[in-house]
Structure formats: C-alpha cells, structure tokens
T-cell receptor
Framework: DADVTQTPRNRITKTGKRIMLECSQTKGHDRMYWYRQDPGLGLRLIYYSFDVKDINKGEISDGYSVSRQAQAKFSLSLESAIPNQTALYFC??????????????????FGEGSRLTVL | SQELEQSPQSLIVQEGKNLTINCTSSKTLYGLYWYKQKYGEGLIFLMMLQKGGEEKSHEKITAKLDEKKQQSSLHITASQPSHAGIYLCGAGRTGTASKLTFGTGTRLQVTL
C-alpha cells in the first residue's frame, strides 16, 4: 500500500460544483502539503500544514480551502470549481530534518496525484 | 519566493547518450532537491544537495551544486528508456523541505 494515498485519482466535474480531494498518510509525518501541477508551470504550493492546528496559505490559495482532520489526513476543497482549476493535484508529506538525524534529508513524499477536470 | 529556472524545457536523446539538466536560482539555494516524475504519476525523490560544491550519485544519475549555491545540474550517463520522465528541481528557504518551490520541469524522452 502507498504511504501517501490520494482519493479520488481522477475526477471530472462541472463549473460551480464543490469538490473535495482527500489525502491520508501512514508515514507518521507531521507536515502535509497540497500542490497543483500545470503544464509549463511546474508544481505550485496551495496550502501546507505543519501540525494539526497549523494551516498556512501557499502561493496560490485563492479558490481553495483545506482541513487537517488528523495528523494523517489533509483534505483540499474547491468550494465552487472553475475550469482554470483543471490540473493535477498532489498531496505530499515531510518531517522536520532535525528529528531524524543526518540520514533524513527532509524530502517531500508525494501521493500519486489526483487529476481534476472542471468542465 | 525562490524562483527556479530549469533548462532545457524538453529533451530527446538517443539511448546510450549522456545528458545534463540545469536548475538555476536567483537566490542562494539552502537545500536543492531533485525529483523524477513519470508522466501523470507522482514524484520520486532522487537526491538532495545542500553544501556548495556537493556532488551525489545514484546509479547513472549525478547531481551537483555549484560553489555559489545558485545552480545545480543533473547528469545522466548512458541514458536508458527507464530514465524517461519529467525531472524537477525544488528548493526551500532553509535546509528543510518546508515550502519547497519547484522549477517548471524538464521533460526527457529517450529514443531507442
């Protein structure tokens, strides 16, 4: 089983609909992130959370909201989807480098992505 | 924010050829991460560089960070079809992976 699981993997919806993308992890990491990927624009950070009670906006948070229901769960919501939110969405986790010594590079562990199409 | 430029944007090489992908920053890189993405799939961590002049290798992939810590290169020796995908560099403001900023990616195709 994947350490970082995203659901759904694919979703087609219509403009104005509310959509929720869910992410769960079994890595025990405290930090979770939502990114979106668009052709030619790379990955851009939407929201991130360093702890259950900590939620922060990324560079493109407008039109999105998140909920950190538990350490292992971080969901992304589009309250009223619009076509330019069509993208590949990634959830990722990490842990603070200082906790695990020199072998922990602090890298992000990604889910397999959720492809969202808004018509 | 840390802006990262990758070059080239896309690359087609014949199997067995060497290639280099570059990642350049306008600011000092305190932690530079290389990832590989198979088309439409998640990202796989390759290597992380932190010190100026640092070089790391994994199988046929070598990554370097220049002394000024503003440019990194990823070199693949004797490319294989399994190397095909999108390569992304990411960097943070510190040595952790918090709030990584990513480059736009380099799409690599390896022909037979």
């Amino acid at each position: 089983d994947a350490d970082v699981t995203q659901t759904p993997r694919n979703r087609i919806t219509k403009t104005g609909k509310r959509i929720m993308l869910e992410c769960s992890q079994t890595k025990g990491h405290d930090r979770m992130y939502w990114y979106r990927q668009d052709p030619g624009l790379g990955l851009r950070l939407i929201y991130y959370s360093f702890d259950v009670k900590d939620i922060n906006k990324g560079e493109i948070s407008d039109g999105y909201s998140v909920s950190r229901q538990a350490q292992a769960k971080f969901s992304l919501s589009l309250e009223s989807a619009i076509p330019n939110q069509t993208a590949l969405y990634f959830c990722a986790t990490s842990t603070f480098r200082g906790f695990s010594g020199a072998k922990n590079t602090g890298e992000l562990f990604f889910g397999e992505g959720s492809r969202l199409t808004v018509l | 924010s840390q802006e990262l430029e990758q070059s080239p944007q896309s690359l087609i090489v014949q199997e067995g050829k060497n290639l280099t992908i570059n990642c350049t920053s306008s600011k000092t890189l305190y932690g530079l991460y290389w990832y590989k993405q198979k088309y439409g799939e998640g990202l796989i961590f390759l290597m992380m560089l932190q010190k100026g002049g640092e070089e790391k290798s994994h199988e046929k992939i070598t990554a370097k960070l220049d002394e000024k810590k503003q440019q990194s290169s990823l070199h693949i020796t004797a490319s294989q079809p399994s190397h095909a995908g999108i390569y992304l560099c990411g960097a943070g403001r510190t040595g952790t992976a918090s709030k990584l900023t990513f480059g736009t990616g380099t799409r690599l195709q390896v022909t037979l």
